[in-house]
């Protein structure tokens, strides 16, 4: 099966068969979004929690609000039904334990891209962020199974 | 002002040569710090000089998967940036057994982070003290952070504090070597724009 990898601030979407992935997820968060009934996923790789106080807007996936509204902007244009929509996260690690309040970013990227989902009614249905380790996501769009491998902790699939 | 990425390939001959002879002079000088902490040789390629989109930087660095102990600090001052250093579980276990006379498999382990922190803090701290004095600035390292993980998710965090305020960013890369090859790994170092401004106009001093 095909797959596209995604860099840091960046997204795509992909109708089955195809593999969407992004690697190396530290304090970063990966979004995914999935129709089950016509098999169309995407995957966003967000940096920052708000485009709000950016200097720059060149980029609107490095941002939660602004990245995962374009992602489901282009996948609903794909042929994805909103309502259908559900989602998956992961990501938003704390990679070094001993640190001050910046080194927080991780539990903030979680928390805006909760609070974009909630907005936008779309469902969480599986999640595995926080902690202090990275993080490799692959989202399969045959099955929109999430697969989460990481470099001590193991795979799991969610 | 503020650099952009077209703009340093309109930096004079001059310029480039003096930004280039900058990264040498402080991997040159950590390199030289490591090397009498691990009583070796330890020599450095050329400094690789680009100006570069933040979110582009891990294909810079090259195997975002790739396992690695990352040790990050930050720069703060007169420039403003990150000093990282990525090194494999291998060289991670050579500086072990010859810091501490023994090899410990767990590189997580209390006694491995602390060991790196230091050899990172000792570097770090050659770095920035050698542009202190080349530049008569102030800078200062923070304490470093280390841990053990692919190598984007190590340095996604000074990329996301890099890109609050800024699209690209000024990356010196280099790699170190001991000889045989028992210790190897990268050194790198991100600046913002304003610290390039601050820079060049030192050198543009330099000429005159």
Redesign the interface.
């Known amino acids: 099966m095909e797959t596209i990898t995604i ?4 997204y795509a979407i992909g109708r089955s068969p195809i593999n969407l992935t992004t ?6 968060v990966g979004i995914t979004l999935y129709d089950p009934r016509n098999r169309i996923g995407g995957l966003v790789h967000i ?2 929690p708000t485009v709000e ?4 807007r ?2 609107l996936a ?1 941002f939660a609000d602004t990245g995962i509204v374009q992602l489901m902007e282009d996948m609903i244009e794909m042929g994805a039904l909103k309502s259908r929509l559900h989602a998956k996260i992961a990501g938003g ?1 704390s ?5 001050n309040g ?2 927080k ?1 991780g539990e903030r990227n979680v928390a805006a891209t909760k609070e974009v989902m909630e907005s936008l009614r779309i469902p969480i249905v599986a999640e595995d962020t926080g902690k ?5 996501i692959k989202l399969d769009t045959v099955t929109g199974m999430l697969t989460i491998k990481s ?2 902790k193991g795979t799991k699939v969610i | 002002m503020g650099y952009k990425l077209n703009e340093i390939d309109q930096l004079t001959e001059f310029q480039y040569d003096a930004l280039r002879e900058i990264a040498n002079i402080g991997f040159g000088n950590a390199a030289t710090s490591l090397s009498k902490l691990v009583n070796n040789e330890v020599s450095i390629n050329i400094p690789a000089l680009k100006m570069q989109l ?3 930087v ?2 810079i660095v090259g195997g ?2 790739s ?1 690695v102990y990352g040790i ?1 600090m930050q720069i703060y001052g007169d420039l403003n940036g990150y000093i990282m250093m990525l090194l494999p579980a291998e060289s991670v276990k050579s500086i072990s057994s010859i810091l501490l006379n023994y090899e410990n498999d767990d590189l ?1 382990s209390e006694m491995n982070m602390s060991m790196m922190q230091e050899v990172g803090h000792i570097l770090g701290g050659t770095y920035v003290s050698s542009l202190s004095d080349f530049f008569n600035m102030n800078i200062s390292v923070s ?1 470093p ?13 000074a ?3 890099m ?5 690209y960013a000024l990356v010196f890369d280099s790699e170190m070597m001991v000889k045989d090859n028992i210790i190897n790994g990268k050194i790198f170092t991100m600046f913002d724009t304003a610290s390039l401004d601050q820079i060049m106009s030192r050198i543009d001093k330099m000429v005159l």
């Not at chain 2, 890109?163 to 699209?167: I, M």
Request: aromatic share 6%; charged share 20%.
């Open positions: 860099g840091m601030a960046d690697m190396g997820l530290g304090s970063c940096m920052l106080q950016a200097r720059s060149d980029n490095k690690a990679m070094f334990s001993s640190g910046s080194l970013i202090n380790y990275g993080r490799t470099a001590l | 933040i979110e582009k891990p294909g975002e998967e396992l990050m997580l304490p952070y280390a841990t053990y993980d692919m190598a984007a998710a190590i340095i996604d965090l990329l996301i504090e890109s609050r305020d800024l699209e």
